[in-house]
């Protein structure tokens, strides 16, 4: 969860509401920050896991034609969605997914 004045705001108005002490809420702030980095420091190592496992399997199915597959792929998705799309697709991963690979002839066009 990217910081967020509001967020971190009403949180501070929440705990004057409750009366809480400032060392309660330093305590319960550096909590609640240790709690997301935690989880973000989770998700980013399953991320890159599958991310790894992914390149692992199209190494192995395309093997020293993965690059061109790679570009083939690129030009695929420029054709349906254009610049932007091929951003968020490779922002997300979703570029490293098997069946995005699969989802084109040669060409580089659609196939279905």
Request: charge should be negative.
């Amino acid at each position: 969860m990217p910081y967020s004045p509001e967020l971190e705001k009403a949180y501070k108005d929440a705990a004057h509401k409750l009366g809480l002490s400032q060392k309660q809420v330093k305590g319960l702030h550096e909590f609640f920050l240790n709690a997301n980095k935690g989880a973000w420091e989770h998700t980013q190592e399953q991320k890159n896991a599958a991310i790894l496992e992914v390149t692992e399997s199209l190494k192995k199915e395309f093997g020293l034609a993965l690059p061109r597959e790679l570009e083939r792929t690129n030009r695929y998705l420029m054709e349906i969605g254009g610049q932007e799309f091929v951003d968020a697709v490779n922002k997300q991963g979703w570029g490293q997914r098997p069946c995005v690979h699969q989802s084109h002839d040669e060409s580089g066009q659609a196939h279905w």
